[in-house]
């Protein structure tokens, strides 16, 4: 895999529906460029949000705890 990613790779590492990763890239929910037209995504920034997700995922699991 190279380090820029198209919709359908990030998707599939994400294990999510194509529509579903452009929706959320979109919304500026997930990090990632158009290049004519097209989204395309660096696969270090795809990991770092996924660390960022799980820290968010993680305090928020715990307030849900108190």
Not at 2 to 25: F, M, P
Not at 35 to 53: L, N, P, S, T
């Amino acid at each position: 895999m190279t380090d820029i990613l198209t919709i359908r790779e990030v998707a599939e590492y994400l294990k999510l529906n194509e529509k579903t990763t452009y929706r959320l890239a979109a919304e500026g929910k997930i990090p990632g460029f158009k290049v004519g037209g097209a989204w395309r995504f660096r696969k270090a920034e795809i990991d770092r949000w996924i660390a960022a997700q799980e820290q968010i995922n993680i305090k928020n699991d715990g307030e849900d705890a108190l």
